[in-house]
């Protein structure tokens, strides 16, 4: 199933910029009998609506990030993010980009906020041996193995009998199985613990599995659908990780990077040194309170109170990959504001 891609609403962005830009506030939207709709009244109204002053707020620190960290973001890197976009949503990839108000320049230019903004969280990061250590036991090295996913939990019971009885795995891979990427290759898949090439659930098994062990009948909620799917895994070549953590140290410094990335109270506090860094001062007082998440807020005795906030509150303040973007990647875990909602 094609992903659906997430995008900033530029329409909205641009009737907000056109009512705290416009040289001429007094312009007439429409006009009625006793009265007008001015730019300035539009303004004045759009800028309470919650969404709008999310939407400044994201500005402001995806500005503040790209200033800073602009200049580490390369054409090569932004091509191939646009390009990763692209490939994923396939003929509907430009029809989503001018419902959403972009066009292939300006789309650009936000992959470039977004990546200036990972690149800023990433250079906060400093790894101890606790993180490390959280990303080793986690990890597990890539592994060959097939994979059948049946169309009804009913079907995969039966395949499940058939391989049981001595079926050929792969043969009925080609025959049955209902994943299109690896069906033609008798369900032939490379994946290790970060990989989505396959469910969370369908990993577990899998990892548990001795090279030509078939797995039971494995149920695997998809994220898009909210559907169960039914998978069945046959491991091909399972490599123990061991117990030499330095093997694989590419591997777990990245998964300990994307741990930190995707946690939200260590990216909100980055996100607010950033901004007294850029000392950041809001004109209007309609947007007083919209960086209280990062900076705090003063009350009526002066007194400057905690920056903390809900769980629900710092879950708006930042998005989790860069799907991060990114999804960007690291479609995956990765962290960014809602900028890119």
Known sequence: MKKKIVLA????????????????????IATMKGGKLTVEDFYNEAKKEQTNQQLVRNMIIYDVFENAYGDKVTDKQIDKEYNKQAKQLGDSFESQLQAAGYTKSSYKDYLKQSLAFQEGIKSHIKLTDADKKAAWESFHPEVEARVILASSEDEANEIKKQLDDGGDFAKIAKEKSQDTATKEDGGKVKFDSQSDAVPSEVKEAAFALKDGEVSAVVSAMDASTYQTAYYIVKMEKNTPKGNDMSKYEKEVNEIAENTKMADQTFTSEVIGEELKKANVKIKDEAFDNILSDFLGTTDSTGTSSSKKSSDKESKSSTEASTEASSQASTEESQSSTEASN
């Open 9 to 28: 609403t530029a329409g909205l962005l641009s009737v907000l910029v056109l009512g705290a830009c416009s040289s001429s506030n007094s312009q007439e």
